[in-house]
């Protein structure tokens, strides 16, 4: 289902109420002008599946939904490193890469391959 | 007073480039933190450069204990987006391949897990040569012994070998009573199961919230399988019943894994009677431009360490973008709950009961 | 056995050492092919008819490697402690008997040997604390915490030997061992020193001083090559003690049919280490809490039981 930004968290709320407590993935997709950040739930009663949609600008934040779901820290890290979203309300920290600071995200379509690389 | 202790990337104990930053008070656990992507190799990246069939190898990669069943997962999101399903040999020949490699995953399991609680090395050589026994078996049938890329589309490379059932027949046999010898070792010996009993212990819910996965989730007490829930290949015609411990601590997470290797045993036999004639052949692995029909893709494998999830956006000759959820990831996440007062010899017997594979972690 | 000359010392001084090393040395090949075998693997092959000059290779090799002592560790007490160590060892085994006059016969030798065996643990405390980092200090804590558990059960257990005897004397307790050996008449008491020698040896499953997998060599992570060989040489030595103790006070010393004393003596030691070592291939290493409680609610209380059994049954 596809919503808006600001109704993300009441959305996720009400589904976490309402028997869909485990959290399988968050994910994005790079769509050059905008981003498309998808939340995998799943109910473990009745073994449904809801994927929740929203749109992002580039350089939009993305609230933190680690109150509702206590496996969000390490997707919303990893996602905030790789596409360079900020996430608002907790501080993330760095998950997988290393001196990374002012180079572009490299998950993004518009990282050049070996932009990373320093010569010399 | 609070120390704080590196337990650095190159251990004994960690199963690969793992670095803890431990904070102890006295002897009990306070913090641990992770320090991961020594291993980070960009395999979501380089995904969207290359041609559907080239990514194979890579993924097999991001597991090199159980390496098929990450090639199997890819090559399943792909056969998905074109359209090209395996016929009914095809499946039974998937499923008796991956089912053997759970087993040698989880002799490889077995052995470290002794390694970290001091049984030096004595589990690790018996259960590294039943695990050799069954590569030895994989050789006959894909060629290699690790990183088969065995998996093509609508198939597999090469059909199972004329003999194969009075061989898988006789190893199966063999380890068998193999498992009953480590179990009658493990289960009856005092120091094994004070080392393990009552040790980090993950309740229900937090089970649920903290999104782990596989072993680790049903040694909890959840009732959840892919195998079952989001079936696949030939499970539901085999009568498969996913294992259930309610302790939660690591003994449960041994015991399932236990009882899953007894269980693969019992689906490779009665998969091997039912198994059809015909072709397993898939597509030959050169092809520029497959068939490609959907949009988006969402793909779910019961990996040995747990859940896999592949989500791809398609388009003409390579993925968009392929999103992996790999399971020790989410595992690893967990480890600072359960660890939280413990002390600091407990450390790695939870560690070990979680069965990291860094690759799997850093993808 | 008096010494009535300078000559019958030197004698005695050379035949022990190439004793002990003798042991140590057929006792290391030991190890490491009865671990190997019990882990489907050969051991040493190569070196030797059956590898067995692989120790002598491995040692000439760590002597001649340079020493590095690191920048944060007590020079002096980090350097000389370890030569201690081994002094005290090898000087503890010139304190017990052997057959065919080697050895010195003390009156109060049993005493002399319980007494300077306790040194052991201070000294090991000193070099992992001397060593200057975090894992050799908690190795070194935890064996101190170790052997408050054990060294009381272990000397309460012999205490229960020498009530019986009558004597300090260990020639006189090998001799009262001539018609039954004492495993014999004290089975509890023998259970009861032969896992406190296990733990005072500090073999698996009480190795936690240099746990593998938790703190990778424990007190031994900063010693350099040289040193290391020097650990080794005195852990051999100190398992050659224990074997000895136990052989001596417990399984009859060098009384026997037909065999000269000697030899009758070392297969008993060797016996022993045997089944020692196949302790070590097949334990899981216990958690210092449970060590604690396990000596000082089942060793202690046995060990007790053991001198008012000995007392009731044999002295009266």
């Known amino acids: 289902m596809k919503i808006n930004k600001e109704e993300l968290i009441k959305k996720l709320k009400e589904l976490s109420s309402s028997g869909y407590n485990y959290l399988v993935k968050i994910t994005a997709v790079d769509y050059i002008d905008h981003l498309e950040v998808i939340y995998f739930i799943r109910n473990m009663q009745n073994k449904k599946e809801e994927n929740v949609r929203l749109d992002l600008k580039n350089g939009e934040s993305l609230p933190t939904v680690i109150e509702i779901y206590k496996a969000a820290d390490y997707y919303e890290r990893e996602l905030s490193e790789m596409f360079g979203i900020a996430i608002e309300g907790r501080e993330v920290k760095r998950l997988l890469l290393e001196k990374w600071d002012g180079l572009e995200a490299p998950l993004r379509k518009s990282f050049q391959w070996g932009s990373d690389y320093k010569s010399g | ?363 | ?316």
């Open chain 2, 1 to 363: 007073m609070l120390t704080k202790i590196n337990v650095g990337p190159i251990h004994p104990s960690t199963h690969g480039v793992l670095r803890l930053v431990v904070t102890l008070d006295g002897d009990t656990i306070v913090d641990v933190e992770p320090h991961i992507g020594f291993l980070h190799r960009g395999v979501e990246k380089l995904a969207e450069n290359r041609m559907y069939m080239q990514s194979e190898s890579y993924m097999e990669k991001i597991d090199y204990v159980a390496p098929m069943a990450y090639s199997d997962l890819y090559v399943a999101a792909v056969e998905e987006a074109t359209g090209i399903h395996p016929n009914e040999r095809a499946k039974y020949v998937r499923l008796i391949l991956l089912e053997f490699q759970r087993i040698a995953s989880h002799l490889l399991w077995l052995g470290t897990f002794c390694n970290d609680l001091g049984l030096m090395f004595t589990m690790f050589t018996w259960t590294l040569k039943d695990r050799d026994l069954i590569l030895n078996l994989l050789q006959d049938v894909t060629g290699s012994r690790m990183f088969y890329v065995n998996m093509r589309l609508g198939g597999v490379s090469i059909d199972l070998p004329p003999n194969f059932e009075e061989h898988a027949n006789k190893l199966l046999d063999y380890l068998e009573k193999r498992f009953k010898e480590y179990e009658a070792f493990l289960e009856k010996n005092p120091v094994f199961i004070e080392r393990t009993k009552g040790v980090g212990v993950l309740k229900r819910e937090d089970a649920i919230a903290l999104g782990v996965t596989g072993p680790v989730l049903r040694a909890s007490g959840v009732n959840f399988d892919v195998r079952r829930d989001y079936t696949y290949y030939a499970y539901e015609k085999l009568h498969f019943i996913p294992q259930i411990q309610t302790k939660g601590d690591s003994f449960a997470r041994y015991k399932v894994r236990m009882q899953e290797m007894k269980e693969s045993i019992k689906l490779i036999r009665s998969a091997l009677k039912l198994i059809p004639e015909g072709d397993a052949l898939g597509m030959p692995i050169k092809l520029i431009s497959p068939p490609v029909k959907e949009k988006e893709v969402i793909v779910r494998r019961e990996l040995p360490r747990g859940e896999g999830m592949i989500f791809m956006v398609t388009d003409k000759q390579r993925p968009y973008r392929l999103s992996l959820r790999t399971p020790a990831f989410i595992n690893l996440s967990a480890l600072k709950q359960i660890a939280k007062g413990a002390s600091y010899a407990d450390l790695f017997s939870i560690l070990g009961s979680l069965d990291l594979v860094m690759a799997d972690v850093d993808k």
């Open chain 3, 1 to 316: 056995m008096l010494i009535s000359s300078v000559e019958e010392l030197i004698f005695e001084v050379i035949a022990i050492f190439i004793l002990i090393v003798f042991f140590d040395y057929t006792f290391g090949w030991l190890e490491r092919k009865a671990i190997a075998k019990a882990q489907l693997r050969h051991g040493p092959t190569y070196l030797g008819k059956f590898g067995v000059l692989q120790n002598l290779a491995d040692i000439l090799k760590l002597l001649t490697k340079e020493n590095v002592i690191p920048k944060n560790a007590d020079k002096l007490v980090f350097s000389t402690v370890p030569l201690l160590l081994l002094a005290l060892f090898i000087f503890l085994v010139y304190l017990l008997p052997f057959p065919n006059s080697l050895g010195i016969d003390i009156s109060i030798g049993l005493l002399a040997i319980f007494v300077l065996l306790s040194f052991s643990p201070l000294l090991i405390f000193l070099t992992g604390a001397a060593s200057g980092n975090k894992f050799s200090l908690i190795s070194a804590q935890r064996s101190v915490i170790m052997s408050l558990a054990y060294e009381v059960p272990l000397i309460l257990s012999v205490a229960a030997v020498a009530l019986y005897t009558g004597s300090f004397n260990i020639a006189n307790i090998v001799y009262s061992q001539a018609r039954i050996p004492f495993i014999v008449l004290m089975p509890i008491g023998f259970f009861v020193f032969f896992i406190a020698m296990l733990a005072e040896l500090e073999r698996p499953p009480f190795d936690l001083r240099e746990a593998d997998s938790e703190l990778i060599a424990g007190w031994l992570v900063d010693v350099g090559a040289p040193y290391y060989a020097m650990a080794l040489f005195v852990d051999y030595t100190r398992m050659f003690l224990g074997s000895l103790l136990i052989s001596l006070l417990f399984l009859g010393g060098w009384l026997g049919p037909y065999l000269p004393g000697l030899i009758w003596l070392l297969i008993k030691v060797f016996v022993v280490a045997f089944v020692i070592v196949i302790i070590r291939a097949t334990t899981v290493r216990m958690r210092l809490d449970r060590l604690m409680r396990f000596g000082w609610f089942w060793l202690l209380p046995l060990a007790v039981l053991n001198i008012i059994f000995t007392f009731i049954l044999f002295v009266k």
